[in-house]
């Protein structure tokens, strides 16, 4: 839809940054935290680019009020981060380590003091070890029970000044590369398995939802979903039912059992036919139809383009977790659809696809079927930065990247999406699970690679200065 004039954001409009525990904190065993599955998985042998992890990360779990300060120096109006379960619970559950959550009281107190709205994320993949080794975490349902008591928990410390709750981050991706991939912990390969951790992951969601209903009486709760829009290769009808396909599989899938609490038919009926449906006990469907969310979360990064695929043809491949453009390959589910490359689309050095567009369908597809405003939870671009000799680092890509993002952003509030907010991914660098500490998304450099913590410095890169100009306009400077 083309405008005259693009309409003003809100005057509420949260403007934002996000990031999460395992990728920022550091601290891995500091003041009595337990471990979870990511301290663990990462000290395997070949499991992560370097064999990098997040022991010490960006220290931000000892230097969260300079960050803080950074954010309030730019005029950040929201922060979007997360809570390391083992920090609250070291065993999963049981007994409550009160240093860990005086650190989150003290972090939301700092943010408030500074006029930055506190988002929090519950869940963003770091399930404990403990749970994990008591009862296969997310594939049993005891783990329903003990998020339960672990989100209460934090609904109840936190809830007086906290509004804005994430529920669990990128559901989709951490049991799809958990349990499919194998390339995220467990490290399953088993299809089987990752249907029924993802339905039991669904009902712990719900219950929360419940929960939080009754302890957040004023709070707004959602799930952060990693939503990528699908496209057909060309109007030929088989590469258009191939995209149906995609999305119904990879997002209605997960995004309809949070909205109406029902799986959607064609997904069923395929994993039905092919021994793969999850589980269903009696209650299952009206607790998942009892918890509609607030708003849906969108993680944004990049649109996929599909065609056919046979039942003969191409399935899991290999990512590219190294930074080498080109060395991803296409990838399927045989009989429904497979990846081709978008001839109209550039893309990272990890071969994202680079699609400022692709955020405003994503928002208005969302906004369509799920009648629901939409938070942008995260939005950001992975690439390479240069640290020059005079300290800057001028990343006029990343400026690029989301300034064009933005744009679309208020293209979709024009056509009527009722977007509550932009987080970007992310405030600082930080990092990247399985790609080490090179693919950067921060405004804010930090002086570290995969070899070191070096001085973990913070420098402001020239991208920060661009984002400080955006909050202080309410939107795009020189822009219709
Ligand atoms: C989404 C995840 O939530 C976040 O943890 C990750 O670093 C970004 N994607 C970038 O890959």
Redesign the pocket.
């Known amino acids: 839809m083309e405008h005259k004039n693009y309409k003003a954001f809100p005057n509420n409009f949260l403007w934002g940054s ?1 990031s ?1 525990a395992y ?1 920022i904190e550091g601290a891995w065993e500091q003041d009595g935290k337990g471990p979870s599955v990511w301290d663990t998985y990462t000290k395997q042998e070949g499991t992560t680019y370097k064999g990098t992890n997040g022991d010490v990360a960006v220290d931000h779990y000892n230097r969260y009020k300079e960050d803080v300060k950074l954010m309030a120096e730019m005029g950040l109006k929201a922060y979007r981060f997360s809570i390391a379960w083992s920090r609250i619970f070291p065993e999963g559950s049981g007994e409550i380590n009160e240093a860990g959550l005086q650190f989150y009281d003290d972090l939301v107190d700092e943010l408030i003091k500074n006029n930055i709205e506190p988002l929090i994320t519950v869940y ?2 770091d399930v404990p070890q403990a749970l994990m080794d008591k009862y296969g975490a997310w594939e049993s349902r005891e783990i329903i029970e003990d998020f339960d008591l672990y989100c209460q928990t934090l609904f109840n410390r936190y809830g007086d000044r906290v509004k804005y709750w994430v529920t669990l ?2 559901q989709n ?1 951490f049991v799809g590369l958990g349990y499919r991939s194998g390339v995220h912990p467990p490290g399953v390969k088993d299809l089987k398995r990752m249907y029924e951790a993802n339905h039991i992951a669904n009902l712990a969601n719900a219950k929360v939802i419940q929960s939080f209903r009754k302890i957040v009486k004023d709070g707004k709760i959602g799930p ?1 979903f ?1 939503y990528s829009p699908v496209y057909p290769y060309n109007s030929d009808p088989k590469n258009i039912l191939a995209a149906e396909n995609a999305e119904e599989f990879n997002s209605h899938w997960w995004m309809d059992i949070y909205v109406w609490g029902k799986y959607p038919e064609a997904t069923w009926n395929y994993l039905e036919d092919n021994g793969l449906a999850p589980t269903i006990e009696d209650g299952d469907m009206s607790l998942l139809a009892d918890a509609k969310p607030d708003f849906m979360g969108l ?1 944004y ?1 990049q649109t996929t383009t599909v065609e056919f695929n046979p039942l003969d043809g191409v399935g899991e491949a290999k990512m590219n977790t190294s930074g080498k453009k080109g060395s991803s390959q296409d990838s399927g589910v045989p009989g429904l659809f497979k990846t081709i490359t978008n001839p109209f689309l550039g893309t990272t050095d990890w071969d994202w696809t680079i699609d400022p567009r692709g955020l405003r369908i994503a928002l208005r597809r969302i906004a369509n079927r799920y009648q629901l405003p939409v938070l942008i ?2 939005n ?1 671009l ?1 690439a390479f930065d240069d640290l020059e000799a005079d300290d800057s680092i001028n990343d006029d890509y990343r400026i690029d990247f989301l300034e064009t993002h933005v744009e679309e952003i208020q293209g979709a509030i024009s056509d009527g999406v009722d977007v509550l907010g932009y987080c970007t ?2 405030f600082t660098d ?4 399985l ?1 080490g500490y090179q ?1 950067r ?1 921060g405004f804010v450099y930090v002086d570290r690679d995969e070899e070191g913590p070096k001085d973990l410095r913070r420098l402001k890169k020239k991208s920060y200065f661009w984002y400080q100009a955006v909050i202080k306009a309410n939107g795009l400077v020189n822009r219709k």
């Open positions: 996000a999460a990728q963003h993949w981050n990128e991706i952060s990693a993680n990064y939870t995260e950001g992975g991914w992310s930080l990092l990247s699970w790609n693919k998304y």
